[in-house]
């Protein structure tokens, strides 16, 4: 496996913003991403990738992403190929790149900060709740929906029962989605985990936009598989990896081993 670092890189939110009207992307500021990071250094060559906006209103916001190259080949290959406008956006005097570890100890509990695009493909359809007036087909085979919405569902065919906190049940069916995509690499420690806020977000996919949710989770972990681990770093979690979505950004744990 290629050795893999963790990318830094400065960006001002008002060009992106710009750059992302220009480019008929907006309010997908992540396609927008995805397109100016493949333009610059090749398709998935940084993937997964994060943008967390600065604090207090700042204009600035750090991209990070997962890669596999060098930063002399990450220069090279923008100063060569990169468009002008995405080589000023990725300017390569604040690009900044550290390795990873090689190795990862079996049962080392890291916390992490995840962002995430919550879903299930169908694989059969089903039926909608009664109460969902406006939907009088039936979920096709294929449909991407939300977790919450498709395992309540299947689990209260007739609807949610009273008394059931649709927060708490949105929390526990996510987190119980993030355990299933962690293994085998990393078992979830549930109890120092949390959906830090969840949403409806528009994603522009082609020429079709989409409604889908979106979730910050915190939480922590202990390693299982160390190849596991390293490969579902550079894979990311969950879908829409290559648009800003499942990059396990790693953090000391609180909770001591």
């Known amino acids: 496996m290629s050795d893999l670092r963790m990318v830094r890189q400065v960006i001002a939110l008002d060009r992106l913003r710009e750059l992302s009207r220009i480019h008929g992307l907006w309010p997908d500021e992540g396609r927008l991403l995805h397109h100016a990071l493949s333009e610059c250094f090749g398709k ?18 750090t991209l990070y992403g997962y890669c596999s190259r060098s930063e002399e080949e990450l220069k090279s290959i923008s100063a060569k190929v990169a ?27 890291l916390a992490f900060d995840l962002r995430v695009v919550p879903v299930r493909r169908l694989m059969r359809p089903i ?40 927060a708490e049940l949105r929390q526990d069916l996510y987190l119980a989605w993030l355990a299933e995509r962690l293994r085998p690499s990393a078992e979830l420690v ?33 390693v299982t598989d160390s190849q596991a681990f390293s490969e579902m ?24 081993v």
């Open 44 to 61: 998935r060559t940084i993937q997964p990738f994060r943008l967390l906006p600065g604090r207090n209103g700042s204009n600035l916001a």
């Open 83 to 109: 468009p002008p406008e995405f080589h000023e956006l990725f300017s390569p005097a604040t690009l900044q790149l550290k390795p990873m570890p090689r190795e990862w100890i079996i049962g080392q509990r």
């Open 127 to 166: 039926l909608p709740w009664p109460d969902q007036a406006a939907r009088s087909k039936p979920y096709a085979k294929g449909a991407e929906l939300d977790v919450y919405l498709v395992d309540a569902m299947r689990k209260w065919p007739t609807g949610i029962p009273q008394g059931v906190e649709r």
């Open 190 to 222: 549930p109890e120092a985990s949390r959906v830090a806020s969840s949403r409806r977000i528009t994603l522009l996919r082609g020429k079709s936009r989409q409604d889908r949710p979106e979730a910050i989770i915190h939480g922590e972990l202990l």
């Open 233 to 256: 770093l550079t894979r990311g979690v969950g879908r829409h990896a290559a648009y800003g979505f499942g990059m396990l950004l790693l953090r000391p744990p609180r909770t001591a």
